[in-house]
């Protein structure tokens, strides 16, 4: 990376997710560039417990608050929770800006009529225990014990380099649940919203997630964690349903009230592509990012 920046000579290096950050920042060090560091989600180090990550947490917060504080070193995070972490670390407020996500193409991602029954969820994400895959199931088990005919289609696949991506076996059982379908990566993610009726992702943590952005975007109603980051765009009441963290009670609730109620799924809907509309394009995203890049770079033109 040092041999990268040396030859390349940017004046301006946007690190993004805890890895790259670590690594960037160190291969600037004693360069002209200015590092802009995301940190998006906080990652594994901030919110598994395994005891290699506790050992490794404390080593990891020292060499971020130094490196986050250097001269020429701004740090970016999606909501205001995130911000917080990173003052708790000791990183100087003033180095911290916030912009939510990286923004979602309204052009590309439309409003979509609902499909035709049975009524069904879909989940995207990453297969790994923190996006709270095994919760949603335990659920969807919960609602087929009420006799509730709906589907739930999986789109994702594990992360090796996670120490919780779920393992292979277990994902391959899923496929012989009823009513359950593993589908894989998804490239059309526009397409998986034009089958589905329901967003879910009962997430541990996020820093804004695209999926439910991507959901919002399709006038798909919205079931979240009250986690950081899924409450940016999940609102009570509004565009969906918050419930309490691994929760499989108020998560199948959650779920049966709108599988339910195909008024109050509209409602949501469209609410939710106003919001994205407003808030979280990809346009307004990407002007905000130019702007703060100017700023970092002292220019104002």
Partial sequence: MRKLYCGLKPDLAHHVALPATVVGSLAAIGLPVVCLNAMTGLGTMFINDTAKVRMARPVVRLALRRLLNRPRAAVLVQNLDDRAVMERLGVNGERIAVIPGSGVDIDAMMPLPEPADPVTLAFVGRLVESKGIRTLLAAHDRLGQ???????????????????????????????RPNVKVLGFVEDIAALWARAHIAVLPS?????????LEAAACGRPLVATDVPGCREIACPGVNGFLVPLD????????????????????????????????KFSSQRIGRDVVSLYRRLLGRTD
Avoid at 148 to 173: C, F, K, Q, V, W
Avoid at 204 to 212: A, H, I, T, V
Avoid at 247 to 275: S, V
Wanted: proline share 10%; glycine share 6%.
């Fill in 204 to 212: 541990y943590r996020e820093g804004l997630p695209l999926s439910l």
């Fill in 146 to 176: 009420r006799d509730r005919d709906i589907r739930l289609l999986i789109a994702g696949l594990p992360d090796p380099a996670n120490p919780t991506s779920i393992p292979p076996r277990e994902i391959e059982a899923w496929s012989r």
């Fill in 247 to 278: 929760d499989t009670e108020a998560l199948a609730d959650a779920i049966d009230r709108l599988a339910l109620d195909p008024k109050l799924r509209r409602k949501f809907g469209k609410a939710g592509r106003e919001l994205v509309e407003l």
